[in-house]
């Protein structure tokens, strides 16, 4: 009898220990767990602008994220090219009166899939001048992920050249990029009215270093 209870008393103390080492695993797996999913609920930071400031000129650059609708995929695929609208305007602040826009710069960019080749190609357009826009370059792409991409950057962008910025005021960019419909074939026009599937857009507003006081 003496043998038998001190069997089940060894046998007994065995599994307090094991009991105790599986929850803590399983509590270190759940708070893992855990931390993985908050940590992909977390929002992704804005989308910021670098702006280098010169005597006479404003350079941008930025990436954003963007991904096109479902109905403007569908239309590239069908050979129909989409035109987006890149804007960027130079404002200079002032607190006792509306702020001053000093200089608006535009761009064009192209996208289009070409079936017989299966390749897709992305046509920047001149900035616009009073006399026209001309076309830039063009780059050929794989896949319309590698183009979407090239769209998304814009580096050393010049969005005022020949400006002389007063070193005592401050001024702010304010950077727009949106899908033009008005450039659509016209049928798809009329039929991307109040539709918000064909809202692509993209607002950044962010203050030029080195400025003063207004």
Not at 2 to 11: A, D, E, G, Q, S
Not at 110 to 121: C, N, S
Not at 199 to 206: F, L, N, P
Request: hydrophobic fraction near 40%.
């Amino acid at each position: 009898m003496l043998i038998v209870t001190k069997t089940v008393f060894t046998m007994h103390c065995c599994e307090k220990p094991c009991n105790k080492a599986w929850l803590g695993l399983m509590l270190a797996l759940w708070l893992s767990v855990s931390a993985l999913v908050r940590a992909d609920e977390l929002p992704s930071p804005p989308p910021s602008l670098q702006l280098e400031r010169s005597a006479d000129a404003v350079l941008l650059s930025t990436q954003f994220d963007l991904k096109l609708p479902a109905v403007v995929e569908d239309a590239l695929n069908k050979g129909i090219p989409i035109y987006f609208a890149m804007s960027a305007k130079l404002v200079r602040e002032r607190w006792y009166w509306t702020n001053q826009t000093v200089s608006t710069t535009r761009r064009q960019i192209r996208l289009a899939y070409h079936p017989l080749t299966r390749r897709w190609r992305t046509s920047v357009l001149a900035d616009e001048q009073p006399e026209g826009q001309g076309l830039s370059f063009e780059q050929n792409h794989d896949s319309l992920q590698a183009a979407m991409a090239s769209i998304r950057r814009v580096s050393g962008w010049p969005v005022a050249e020949g400006i002389a910025l007063m070193a005592d005021q401050r001024y702010r960019v304010d950077f727009r990029f949106e899908l033009d419909v008005t450039r659509l074939p016209r049928p798809l026009q009329i039929g991307t009215l109040g539709q918000s599937d064909w809202r692509v857009t993209v607002d950044i507003a962010q203050a030029l270093p080195g400025g003063g006081s207004p």
